[in-house]
């Protein structure tokens, strides 16, 4: 169960609204009053009565039969026990669904009105509804949309423009940002510093300025004490849908593409492009100027030197497509035997 101190908690809410925002409806010839209350939100193992909870393939629909949840949303194809004490509700999505309900249950937190610690300077335009936190600075000329969100000491630089519905993190630095609607970011991102960007001399390093933007879509999550570097000239483009993980950092001149998925410390050096839908794994690593095809996914701690095309996936350090990396280790593996065997 989620800790009250934290997490605030809706509802509860009727069977039946549960299967209106799941898209469900109950297995087989089920019946079931539909103002059944449901209370909570939990995993399959920890669900108690009253709680709503879910199981997405055969992995763990051995589960349902010892679950003590009131209700459980299960995939449509999905074989189901004949014993479960839930009320199994088959949608297309579960795990899907459940986000949806879950977000019912525990909206996110909104702050309430302008702290008045707060620095908004001359120019600064604010929509309705806008929250500004403890310490934060909107610079002159920035433009808040609608109910924008803003953490504790936050800075928010001058001419950057926040879509509605956006919420920002506590100590998050943007500047030089255009911002969509309904984009997240949590704390201690950093958005706009400049690229590294040197013309490098044995007479001493020249900085080259920076002069481009981050252009960021709709519906972005950016997560905590990520860096995205604006562009050297071309700006940085984040597409509409990118979830980015904690501690990435993303160079200069990058695209993403969009849905695009970063794992945590994943890095993008400059002039990377990333295709729509593509997936890199946690830690991996791009080279400068490398393209990554659209749905293509990238393994954990891969090094990228080569462009990959559309819908491959490419393993290892320096990386290769996967089929001639686990080939690779096949015949290692031999050679180590068959040395071994001498």
Same mark, same amino acid.
């Given at each position: =169960?989620?800790d009250?101190?934290f997490f605030?908690?809706?509802?509860p809410f009727a %069977?039946?609204? &549960?299967l #209106?925002?799941?898209?469900g409806?109950l297995?087989?010839?089920?019946?079931?009053?539909?103002?059944i209350?449901?209370h909570d939100?939990?995993s399959?193992?920890?669900?108690?009565?009253?709680?709503?909870s879910?199981v997405?393939?055969?992995r763990? #629909?051995d589960?349902i039969?010892? +679950?003590?949840?009131?209700?459980?949303l299960v995939p449509?194809?999905?074989?189901l026990p004949?014993? +479960?004490?839930?009320l199994?509700?088959?949608?297309?999505?579960?795990?899907l669904?459940f !986000?949806?309900i879950?977000?019912?249950?525990y909206?996110?937190?909104?702050l309430?009105?302008?702290h008045?610690?707060a620095?908004?300077?001359?120019g600064?335009?604010l929509?309705e509804?806008?929250?500004?936190?403890a310490?934060v600075?909107?610079?002159?000329?920035?433009?808040?949309?609608?109910r924008?969100q803003v953490?504790p000491s936050?800075?928010?630089?001058h001419?950057?423009?926040i879509?509605?519905d956006?919420a920002?993190?506590?100590?998050?630095s943007?500047s030089c #940002?255009? %911002?969509g609607?309904?984009?997240r970011?949590?704390?201690?991102?950093?958005?706009?510093?400049?690229?590294? *960007?040197?013309? =490098? +001399?044995?007479? *001493?390093?020249?900085?080259?300025?920076?002069?481009?933007?981050?252009?960021?879509?709709?519906?972005?999550y950016?997560?905590a004490?990520?860096?995205?570097d604006?562009g050297?000239?071309?700006?940085?483009?984040i597409?509409?849908?990118?979830?980015i993980d904690n501690?990435?950092?993303i160079?200069?001149?990058v695209?993403?593409g969009?849905g695009? &998925?970063?794992?945590?410390?994943?890095? %993008?050096?400059?002039?990377v492009k990333?295709? #729509?839908?593509?997936?890199?794994?946690a830690?991996?690593?791009?080279?400068?100027h490398?393209?990554?095809?659209d749905?293509?996914?990238i393994?954990?701690?891969?090094?990228?030197?080569?462009?990959v095309p559309?819908?491959?996936?490419?393993v290892? !350090?320096?990386?290769v497509p996967?089929?001639?990396f686990?080939?690779?280790?096949?015949?290692l593996k031999? %050679?180590l035997?068959?040395? *071994?065997?001498?």
């Amino acid at each position: =169960m989620a800790d009250p101190r934290f997490f605030e908690r809706h509802g509860p809410f009727a %069977l039946k609204e &549960i299967l #209106a925002w799941s898209g469900g409806r109950l297995a087989g010839d089920a019946e079931a009053d539909p103002e059944i209350p449901i209370h909570d939100v939990a995993s399959i193992e920890s669900a108690v009565a009253g709680c709503l909870s879910y199981v997405e393939g055969r992995r763990f #629909a051995d589960r349902i039969a010892g +679950s003590a949840a009131t209700a459980i949303l299960v995939p449509p194809a999905l074989e189901l026990p004949n014993d +479960s004490r839930a009320l199994l509700i088959r949608c297309q999505q579960p795990k899907l669904a459940f !986000a949806e309900i879950a977000q019912r249950f525990y909206p996110r937190r909104v702050l309430q009105g302008i702290h008045p610690t707060a620095v908004i300077e001359d120019g600064a335009v604010l929509g309705e509804g806008v929250s500004i936190g403890a310490h934060v600075t909107v610079g002159a000329n920035a433009e808040l949309g609608d109910r924008v969100q803003v953490g504790p000491s936050s800075v928010i630089g001058h001419g950057v423009v926040i879509g509605r519905d956006t919420a920002i993190g506590n100590g998050c630095s943007i500047s030089c #940002a255009l %911002l969509g609607e309904r984009v997240r970011i949590d704390s201690g991102a950093c958005i706009g510093e400049s690229g590294f *960007g040197w013309a =490098m +001399s044995r007479d *001493g390093h020249k900085w080259v300025p920076q002069l481009g933007r981050v252009i960021i879509g709709n519906d972005v999550y950016i997560g905590a004490n990520t860096t995205i570097d604006r562009g050297a000239g071309p700006d940085t483009v984040i597409g509409n849908g990118v979830l980015i993980d904690n501690l990435v950092q993303i160079g200069h001149n990058v695209t993403i593409g969009e849905g695009a &998925i970063l794992a945590g410390t994943v890095g %993008l050096a400059g002039s990377v492009k990333i295709g #729509a839908y593509a997936l890199i794994g946690a830690g991996a690593g791009v080279a400068d100027h490398v393209e990554v095809g659209d749905g293509a996914m990238i393994s954990a701690r891969a090094g990228v030197m080569d462009n990959v095309p559309a819908g491959e996936r490419w393993v290892g !350090a320096p990386a290769v497509p996967s089929r001639q990396f686990w080939r690779a280790q096949t015949m290692l593996k031999r %050679l180590l035997t068959d040395k *071994g065997k001498r």
